[in-house]
Each structure stands twice: as C-alpha cells, then as structure tokens.
C-alpha cells in the first residue's frame, strides 16, 4: 500500500514537472518568432549596430550561410549570416551602370542611407570573366572611403 501510493504520488509529480517543462519551453520558443515583414532587424558593426530594414524576412532565395536578397543580369547581393557581412557582384559591362544599379537596390533593400551603408561590411566583387582587370579584389562601396566608381 505505501508503494502504490509513493508511485501515485511520483508519477503525478513527474506529470507536473514535465507539463511545467513544456510550458517553459513552448513561451520561450514563442519569443523566438521570426521578425515581420515591417520588423528591423541590428546588423553588428565594428562600431554601433546598424539597424535595418528586415531584408531576412522574404529574400530572393534563402542559402544555408544566408541569403541572396536580389540578382538580376547587372548584380547580385548576398547577406552573409555568420559575419553579417554583405557581397555585391557585378556583373557585366558596363560596370557603371551596374554598380549604380547595385548600390542603389542596397540601399532600397536595406532602407538605410550612405553613411549606415559604409558602417556595414559591404563589398563589390567583379568575377575575372567579366573583367580581369578589376577582379580578384573586393572594393567597397563608391561611396564609402576607399571606394571608387567603375
């Protein structure tokens, strides 16, 4: 009788413990929701975080390191996730035209101006096919120090 009533007793404390278990984890996960579409989002810096626009939220194909967040036959831009860093290939002729066009969709995707632009990890790549004498270097943004106009 004391064993039937022990194990009564510790089966419903461990009915108890689990059910209190689950509505932990269950509230925590809640808090985990993924940010809205009308939602920022803080992308680290060296200095101040940079808060943007939630590009994450429907970019144009999502990749296991990140995200591609536009391409077109000019450009594409791509948000690395572990480094918060940002890509911006060129490419094709004239480079110009397309890094105008790139650095203008950065902006745009990102809702943020030139000044938040060059706090972020962004740079420009041109593929060696598309123009050896500019590839194989990353440059940043035209308008950020350092950068230059194609």
Known sequence: MYNRKFFFLLGGFVVVLLLVISFYLALKDS????????????????????????????????????????????????????DQGFLITLKQKPLSEAQALAEAEFLKQLAVDQEQACLLKAYIGVPRDVDENVAVKNYPLSFCSGGEKF
Not at 43 to 67: D, M, W
């Open 31 to 82: 808090e985990k929701q993924p940010p809205g579409p009308n939602d920022k989002i803080l992308i680290r810096t060296s200095g101040l975080p940079v808060e943007t626009n939630n590009f994450l939220n429907q970019p144009k194909e999502k990749l296991g390191y990140g995200a591609i967040l536009a391409e077109n036959q000019w450009y594409k831009i791509i948000f690395f996730s572990e």
